[in-house]
């Protein structure tokens, strides 16, 4: 198929949309009731799903229901936490014996030495402090890399994400004519609400350009503290560094004495038993986790080197929390790290990888398409496009509604996954349920050839 016909993607996803809404009248009904209470129905804005909002009931393994009782295969996976599958019994058993014996003391309990014990050896960082987000993450690493080399400027790279920290949320997924030339992309708040002013502490570059950081470092490599980037971007689509990319920027950074922090809150114990830093071989200053490490609780932790959290560990820096390391989030994460996540799990992710790799393979040769993924364990996107994707401005070029009809016949074809983001493996899930999500797809390229 070489030109996508305009009115035939109307067509379809006009069909799709009433389909899915036949099938969820009491998600439609009952955003009614939930916006006289909830602003605009929903606890988080990105639960503003397209074409409508739907409510969730219970999951189990690697299955969700939602309000009206559909069941689907989950791919979104809760944006990527529940690697452990929902209700995994090792997780409920933990939670529960916590919950019995008391779930807040502000104080550290046995769990949490060991949930950092195990965080060191997995990923081959001594240190580590715990936080309840991904946010609270990267908004400590940031502040331990300005308290240390006293500068503050921050690399940091466009369509990357590092959650809602005001000092952070720019151009994440930015107006490319604002942000301006991909070579020096300028930082672009990423909602309304965030001063510009906190931008100005921002150095931005494109994804896998190294030519654009070394001219930061060699311009401002003196007022830098540090660069902070997903090892391999998730929230661009996946995204591939090139060879030697990793390297470079460690090196580059160690040269200036700026720290590099890997924002790991998507990839770690997801993409490899220890994460990007297993993957690539290299080791950054400091390194942020959230989502799946804590089995389906709120978490976020920060782990360094000795140096790195030398700041924080003799009390120059404050790192501050009430619920941080909530001794219940504790133990969901020793149980989900030490009995879920185990090595042998990542295996699985990638055999499960090769089958969907293959439909893609089938649906690109029936439609024409230009259709591709990539896949890094449990983490898995669509790419619609010949050639790998090098950074955001590559994914901001593809046709958008192409990405949200193949969503559409997922949904309605009973699989539950993210609009255009990667989608994610659970534990539980076996060849029956990836089997579902590629009929659909294939289901979607023969519409389109149709
Ligand atoms: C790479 C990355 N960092 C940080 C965050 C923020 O995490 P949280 O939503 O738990 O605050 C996210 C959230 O999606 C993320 O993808």
Same mark, same amino acid.
Request: charged share 25%.
């Given at each position: 198929?070489?030109?996508?016909?305009?009115?035939?993607?109307?067509?379809?996803?006009?069909?799709?949309?009433?389909?899915?809404?036949?099938?969820?009248?009491?998600?439609?009904?009952?955003?009614?009731?939930?916006?006289?209470?909830?602003?605009?129905?929903?606890?988080?804005?990105?639960?503003?799903?397209?074409?409508?909002?739907?409510?969730?009931?219970?999951?189990?393994?690697?299955?969700?229901?939602?309000?009206?009782?559909?069941?689907?295969?989950?791919?979104?996976?809760?944006?990527?936490?529940?690697?452990?599958?929902?209700?995994?019994?090792?997780?409920?058993?933990?939670?529960?014996?916590?919950?019995?014996?008391?779930?807040?003391?502000?104080?550290?309990?046995?769990?949490?030495?060991?949930?950092?014990?195990?965080?060191?050896?997995?990923?081959?960082?001594?240190?580590?402090?715990?936080?309840?987000?991904?946010?609270?993450?990267?908004?400590?690493?940031?502040? %331990?890399? =300005?308290?240390?080399?006293?500068? @503050? /400027? +921050?690399?940091?790279?466009?369509?990357?994400?590092? $959650?809602? #920290?005001? *000092?952070?949320?720019?151009?994440?997924?930015?107006?490319?004519?604002?942000?301006?030339?991909?070579?020096?992309?300028?930082?672009?708040?990423?909602?309304?609400?965030?001063?510009?002013?906190?931008?100005?502490?921002?150095?931005?570059?494109?994804?896998?350009?190294?030519?654009?950081?070394?001219?930061?470092?060699?311009?401002?490599?003196?007022?830098?503290?540090?660069?902070?980037?997903?090892?391999?971007?998730?929230?661009?689509?996946?995204?591939?560094?090139?060879?030697?990319?990793?390297?470079?920027?460690?090196?580059?950074?160690?040269?200036?004495?700026?720290?590099?922090?890997?924002?790991?809150?998507?990839?770690?114990?997801?993409?490899?038993?220890?994460?990007? %830093?297993? =993957?690539?071989?290299?080791?950054? @200053? /400091? +390194?942020?986790?959230?989502?799946?490490?804590?089995? $389906?609780? #709120?978490? *976020?932790?920060?782990?360094?080197?000795?140096?790195?959290?030398?700041?924080?560990?003799?009390?120059?820096?404050?790192?501050?929390?009430?619920?941080?390391?909530?001794?219940?989030?504790?133990?969901?994460?020793?149980?989900?790290?030490?009995?879920?996540?185990?090595?042998?799990?990542?295996?699985?992710?990638?055999?499960?990888?090769?089958?969907?790799?293959?439909?893609?393979?089938?649906?690109?040769?029936?439609?024409?398409?230009?259709?591709?993924?990539?896949?890094?364990?449990?983490?898995?996107?669509?790419?619609?496009?010949?050639?790998?994707?090098?950074?955001?401005?590559?994914?901001?070029?593809?046709?958008?509604?192409?990405?949200?009809?193949?969503?559409?016949?997922?949904?309605?074809?009973?699989?539950?996954?993210?609009?255009?983001?990667?989608?994610?493996?659970?534990?539980?899930?076996?060849?029956?349920?990836?089997?579902?999500?590629?009929?659909?797809?294939?289901?979607?390229?023969?519409?389109?050839?149709?």
């Amino acid at each position: 198929m070489a030109v996508l016909d305009p009115a035939l993607l109307d067509g379809l996803i006009a069909r799709k949309e009433a389909e899915l809404a036949e099938r969820q009248p009491r998600s439609i009904a009952f955003a009614e009731r939930a916006r006289r209470a909830l602003a605009g129905g929903v606890a988080c804005s990105w639960h503003m799903l397209d074409p409508h909002t739907m409510y969730g009931s219970r999951g189990a393994g690697s299955h969700v229901v939602d309000l009206d009782g559909n069941d689907f295969v989950d791919l979104h996976c809760g944006f990527g936490v529940m690697v452990a599958g929902h209700a995994n019994p090792k997780v409920v058993e933990a939670v529960r014996r916590r919950v019995g014996e008391g779930t807040h003391f502000a104080l550290p309990v046995e769990d949490t030495v060991e949930v950092a014990e195990h965080l060191a050896e997995r990923f081959g960082l001594p240190s580590w402090r715990f936080m309840n987000s991904g946010s609270e993450a990267t908004s400590d690493a940031v502040r %331990i890399a =300005r308290a240390t080399t006293g500068r @503050d /400027l +921050i690399v940091r790279v466009e369509g990357c994400y590092h $959650g809602s #920290p005001d *000092g952070l949320d720019f151009s994440g997924w930015p107006d490319v004519a604002a942000a301006g030339p991909r070579e020096r992309p300028a930082p672009v708040p990423q909602t309304v609400g965030i001063p510009a002013l906190f931008g100005e502490a921002l150095r931005m570059v494109s994804m896998n350009d190294l030519a654009a950081v070394q001219r930061i470092f060699a311009e401002e490599g003196d007022r830098v503290a540090g660069m902070i980037f997903e090892p391999i971007p998730l929230n661009m689509g996946v995204v591939a560094p090139v060879d030697g990319y990793h390297e470079a920027v460690r090196e580059l950074t160690r040269r200036h004495g700026a720290m590099l922090i890997y924002d790991e809150v998507k990839t770690g114990a997801t993409i490899a038993y220890g994460g990007a %830093i297993e =993957r690539f071989g290299v080791m950054p @200053d /400091l +390194i942020c986790l959230a989502k799946a490490i804590g089995g $389906g609780l #709120p978490i *976020g932790a920060v782990g360094g080197t000795e140096d790195a959290m030398a700041i924080v560990a003799d009390g120059t820096m404050e790192q501050e929390g009430t619920f941080n390391g909530n001794p219940l989030s504790m133990a969901a994460a020793k149980a989900t790290l030490t009995e879920v996540l185990t090595k042998d799990v990542y295996e699985r992710f990638e055999e499960l990888n090769r089958s969907m790799l293959a439909a893609v393979d089938d649906a690109r040769s029936r439609s024409g398409l230009p259709l591709r993924a990539e896949t890094f364990g449990a983490r898995g996107g669509l790419q619609f496009s010949d050639e790998p994707l090098r950074d955001f401005r590559d994914r901001d070029a593809v046709e958008g509604r192409l990405v949200y009809l193949e969503y559409l016949f997922q949904m309605t074809g009973g699989v539950f996954e993210p609009n255009g983001d990667p989608w994610t493996l659970s534990v539980a899930h076996d060849r029956d349920d990836v089997g579902r999500w590629e009929s659909n797809l294939v289901a979607f390229a023969d519409a389109l050839s149709a």
